[in-house]
């Protein structure tokens, strides 16, 4: 099984960017965590990290026809990308958001969401294991048809 597993803006910064919010590890570190996880659990696993909002589409335009799953962290997208919504409605491949932080304990502009009503799901608040839970999830989900 193919999964597609996006970072959107700033992700790159892990480790970097605000610790005390988002943990020490780099998005390298998190990238290899990942992969060694899909690679248990016998998922094949590529990655997108970019800042760009149409990058991030074209990746999942072209994910159509070859992804049966993807993961996505949209970062500040999430509050607000109608475009990145549309997306991932279109190519009609189950996507879980996720978020290392609980974006529901922080500022309100973090409380709405725009991406998961057409995700099946949202895991928030779990740190770099959410990506985890999603990956296992997706692998479950499509078994159940
Ligand atoms: C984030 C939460 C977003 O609100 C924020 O803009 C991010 C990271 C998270 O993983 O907790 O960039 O998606």
Request: aromatic share 8%.
């Amino acid at each position: 099984m193919k999964i597609l597993v996006i970072n959107g803006p700033n992700l790159n910064l892990l480790g970097l960017r605000e610790p005390d919010v988002y943990g020490g590890q780099n998005y390298d570190s998190l990238v290899r965590d990942i992969g060694g996880y899909a690679r248990g659990i016998g998922a094949e696993v590529t990655f997108v990290q970019s800042n760009h909002e149409g990058a991030i589409i074209d990746a999942i335009h072209a994910a159509a026809g070859g992804a049966q799953g993807i993961v996505i962290n949209p970062g500040a997208l999430t509050h607000y990308s109608y475009a990145l919504r549309d997306a991932i409605k279109a190519v009609n491949i189950p996507a879980v958001e996720v978020h290392i932080s609980n974006v529901h304990a922080r500022e309100e502009f973090r409380h709405t969401s725009v991406i998961a009503p057409v995700c099946v799901g949202q895991i928030c608040g779990l740190g770099a294991f959410g990506y985890l839970a999603a990956l296992r999830f997706l692998t479950e989900y499509k078994v159940n048809g």
